[in-house]
């Protein structure tokens, strides 16, 4: 069974950073693209950031390109979403799940995790 765990939430101030992991049990991620996706209370959740199986190829969402860094060793079956330069409108519960390459919305998307809260605020 496809398990992903996701780690390293927080409370950070404003122009902090954090950095997310996503771990994988069960299977390998070597042939997953992993998106990282947010949802803030009263909101629809949201791609954030998505890494292709190789890391060969990543996307960004426009609200957090220049902030955010996606990375993946598969050597530890582990992605990571680097985050600097937080923001309030960051704040959030964030999710990693696998999917096909090429894809970037959540419908393409499974085997959430059961998320972690970040909350960027002073």
């Known amino acids: 069974q496809l398990h992903l765990v996701e780690s390293g939430g927080g409370l950070v101030q404003p122009g902090g950073s954090l950095t997310l992991s996503c771990a994988a049990s069960g299977f390998t991620l070597d042939y997953y693209a992993i998106g990282w996706f947010r949802q803030a209370p009263g909101k629809e959740r949201e791609g954030v950031s998505t890494?292709?199986?190789?890391?060969?190829?990543?996307y960004y969402a426009d609200s957090v390109k220049g902030r955010f860094t996606i990375s993946r060793d598969n050597a530890k079956n582990t992605v990571y979403l680097q985050m600097n330069s937080l923001k309030p409108e960051d704040t959030a519960v964030y999710y990693c799940?696998?999917?096909?390459?090429?894809?970037?919305?959540?419908?393409?998307?499974?085997?959430w995790g059961q998320g972690t809260q970040v909350t960027v605020s002073s």
């Open positions: 890494i292709s199986s190789s890391g060969g190829s990543t």
């Open positions: 799940a696998a999917g096909p390459d090429g894809y970037y919305t959540k419908e393409h998307f499974a085997s």
